[in-house]
């Protein structure tokens, strides 16, 4: 295709959408084919611009579908994304069948569409293409981190080095281990590396702590240095067990999805000549959460599509929450270096700071409350109301405890329920819980007054009946003590045992160990 789309108003046309883009999302949209990165601010409406970008670039002519590569993070947000992006094309008329079709006039081929997948399938891709240019066996198979743990515990328990520092609990021990494999991976770091690192730390602390002995510190930071110190020995340990779970996963042909990360980088860093074939294969590239990259990946993405392509990263500095898991947030705030135009001039920055989820007094309220990340990211703009947006309602209460808060939040909903116009009914109630532990409080608050539950993310999954009870089971295989598994069995609607019944139970455990129970006296056993 190659028609010209001059205004918001006749791309909203072509995509058959009653609503044209902001401006912008307009400036974003129609950018030359050039690096640049979009601040988008919570709800500002970023997938509708990736899947609008795509669409311009493809109806005027500047790219063909199958040459655009989009990335993201989780297999659902690739599903939503790669979906947002066909119904566009489709609603546009854009998505084109293959010019050439070799398959004995029995079918129309595949259409050539975008190619959308997490940053970590297209890792895996490059792998199996490339891999051998490396040394990087294409049949190595991807490990789930319960195999993980598997093999954590087994190098664990294998483990024949010197051990003084670390914890003689071996669940923590393998979590540190895996934690401190993957953090390495993630920043392309080596275990000798690490070892230097801490050895230079080591003797600054030695050498604090000894001016601390003689006396000569101004103030006392003797526990803090020895904690340190204490820090770094273990860390040394724990190397020692990441060398072997390494050992482990390359004797067994195995790697989790850090490793995929990690040979990925050190594949474009090390194979130019695969750069050239993927810049060749993608025209434009879509990188979407890039504030939660970490540093492997902006490497790998960095050599495979440097040079001044079309890379446009979207996200917002104040939305990174996989630090944790060694993502660096610096990957969006220096993207620039990271991809320089290829004339040396400006990396143009697009804001988006139209919230159109909320009104506009909870915006006000959330603008006070991110006041401290807007004055550390000088990038990132405060968030505005849609123009139609009402004034919206913030509320605050304190409750005398947990309880009564739990009882007003089930009353509360239904009340929301009750005033929402159709046909939003419950699914436009949200509730945000600070953690999982304060998640499952609030789903069996919910679900005990009778509003039906979906808890969003699979650690949710545990709440719900049908799993808990599996849970509990595997964990009663697993130890046969574990009494809270057990009651869980004991109540759920397979059995459906009682309060009443359970502590007679327990009376009757009590007298067969020969003990003397509680509760219930001995005659009321025969009730």
């Known amino acids: 295709m190659n028609r010209q789309i001059r205004t918001p108003e006749e791309l909203a046309a072509v995509m058959r959408t009653p609503y044209a883009p902001s401006e912008q999302q307009w400036a974003a949209i129609s950018a030359p084919l050039t690096p640049a990165v979009v601040i988008a601010g919570a709800g500002s409406g970023k997938t509708t611009l990736m899947a609008a970008r795509v669409v311009y670039l493809v109806v005027t002519g500047q790219v063909r ?284 920055t697009y804001p988006l700071t139209v919230n159109r989820r909320s009104d506009a007094r909870i915006l006000e309220v959330a603008n006070r409350l991110a006041a401290p990340l807007y004055e550390k990211y000088g990038q990132v703009e405060p968030l505005v109301a849609k123009p139609e947006a009402e004034t919206g309602t913030v509320t605050a209460r304190v409750f005398d405890t947990h309880a009564d808060e739990l009882a007003w939040l089930a009353e509360a909903v239904k009340q929301a329920h009750a005033e929402s116009p159709e046909p939003a009914g419950w699914a436009s109630i949200g509730v945000l819980t600070r953690d999982n532990a304060h998640a499952e409080d609030v789903f069996d608050a919910l679900t005990s007054a009778g509003i039906p539950v979906e808890i969003v993310g699979l650690s949710g999954l545990l709440r719900l009946p049908e799993v808990a009870e599996i849970v509990a089971t595997l964990h009663l295989l697993h130890d046969v003590t574990a009494n809270a598994s057990l009651l869980t069995l004991l109540t759920g609607p397979r059995w459906a045992i009682g309060p009443r019944d359970l502590r007679l139970l327990s009376r009757r455990a009590f007298e067969i160990a020969g003990r003397q129970g509680r509760g219930a006296s001995a005659a009321s056993i025969t009730d």
């Open 65 to 348: 579908p199958d040459e655009v590569l989009g990335l993201t993070f989780t297999t659902k947000a690739a599903s939503e994304l790669r979906q947002r992006i066909r119904q566009a094309l489709e609603a546009a008329g854009a998505l084109e069948q293959p010019t050439e079709i070799d398959d004995g006039g029995e079918g129309e081929g595949d259409v050539l569409e975008p190619t959308v997948a997490t940053y970590n399938a297209y890792a895996a891709g490059l792998l199996t293409d490339h891999g051998l240019r490396i040394g990087h066996e294409p049949d190595t198979r991807v490990i789930t981190d319960a195999a993980r743990y598997q093999l954590g515990a087994r190098v664990v328990d294998r483990y024949t080095g010197d051990v003084q520092h670390l914890s003689d609990h071996p669940e923590t021990v393998i979590q540190n281990l895996l934690a401190l494999d993957s953090a390495m991976s993630e920043h392309l770091v080596a275990p000798d590396a690490v070892r230097a690192v801490d050895a230079e730390a080591c003797r600054g602390f030695q050498a604090a702590l000894a001016d601390e002995v003689a006396g000569k510190g101004r103030v006392t930071y003797r526990e803090a240095i020895e904690k340190a110190i204490s820090a770094i020995d273990r860390r040394g340990e724990l190397l020692g067990l990441v060398e072997s779970y390494r050992r482990l996963k390359r004797d067994l042909g195995l790697m989790d999805f850090s490793d995929q990360i990690e040979l990925g980088a050190r594949l474009a860093d090390e194979q130019p000549d695969v750069g050239v074939l993927e810049r060749s294969r993608f025209k434009v590239v879509l990188l979407d959460e890039y504030q939660d990259t970490s540093v492997a990946q902006a490497v790998m993405l960095s050599r495979l599509f440097g040079e001044g392509h079309p890379v446009t990263a979207v996200g917002d500095p104040n939305q990174a929450i996989y630090g944790w898991r060694g993502a660096s947030v610096s990957n969006i705030l220096n993207f620039a270096d990271t991809f320089p135009a290829a004339d040396g001039g400006p990396v143009p």
